[in-house]
């Protein structure tokens, strides 16, 4: 299994530790990191870990914000699709640069891909507020793919639907259309497996709770407990951006101890 990751200098603050869990609970995986623009010495630093580094092209304004707030991470399907296509008989982990693994696990069985619903809190909230529904119910943060070529068929459809949607469109909006149109697709439903026909193909798409398998680890109040979904019980922990805020609060968490991370060495920044 490999692992699948993109960052710019803004988001090279978790690749410390997101290197450092992988290691830790997959030690056999190898990393790709798609350098988005990060500096040099940043570049250099991950691949001293024994981390593979390549430079992506991300296309012009991307990533930017819309006028509803969603970033387009444009470069997300083709990325994908290059390192899947690279490593065609692996099976391999796509994970945002803020997205942390806190336990080991395995691609589950009788799929070929497997995607995340949002988190619980935010499905009963988009059902309240319907019109905010803009970027879907799946989360494109994290994504699990066996070693099946009907892989390359999904994530090729999803580079070209992004290309042919309209401007402002997002790449993860682009997922959730796909997505949503699986055969008996609930969104109150979890492992279970779905058939979608995408291009005459058969795919097999297994939709995974989000508070389990993509948690984001702001979201479930870490410090205050209200509702909180405990970090031990979350495969992934997703801490939702790089803002000075959240990677306070990331760092906060580390402090008093109630994230179990292991780090590269690289001091708090």
């Given at each position: ?112 891909i497997a995607v995340t619903l949002a988190n619980q809190y935010d499905l009963d909230w ?39 949607s309209e401007p402002l469109e997002s790449d993860q909006r682009i997922l959730g259309l ?92």
């Open positions: 299994m490999f692992f699948i990751t993109a960052a710019d200098t803004r988001f090279y603050f978790f690749l410390p530790y997101m290197v450092a869990q992988i290691n830790r609970y997959f030690p056999e995986s190898k990393i790709i990191v798609y350098d988005l623009g990060m500096t040099e010495q940043e570049s250099k630093q991950i691949r001293d870990w024994g981390v593979e580094v390549k430079k992506w092209h991300i296309g012009p304004g991307d990533p930017v914000t819309d006028q509803t707030y969603y970033t387009r991470a444009l470069h997300k399907p083709s990325m994908i699709l290059d390192a899947l296509e690279r490593h065609k008989n692996e099976s391999a982990v796509y994970l945002d640069a803020d997205a942390i693994p806190n336990t080991r696990f395995s691609i589950p069985e009788d799929c070929d988009i059902e309240k507020h319907p019109h905010i529904e803009y970027n879907g119910i799946f989360n494109a943060g994290v994504i699990l793919f066996s070693p099946s070529d009907k892989r390359l068929s999904f994530v090729r459809e999803w580079s070209d639907g992004l290309e042919r796909m997505l949503e149109e699986m055969e008996g697709f609930t969104r109150r439903e979890y492992d279970v497996t779905h058939n979608l026909k995408v291009n005459g193909e058969e795919i097999r798409i297994r939709v995974l709770p989000g508070d389990e398998w993509n948690l984001f680890g702001m979201r479930c109040r870490l410090e205050t407990g209200k509702d909180r979904v405990l970090p031990e019980d979350a495969k992934v922990l997703h801490f939702k951006g790089n803002s000075s805020h959240n990677k306070a609060d990331f760092r906060t968490n580390i402090k008093n101890g109630r994230l179990d991370f292991q780090t590269k060495g690289v001091p708090l920044c």
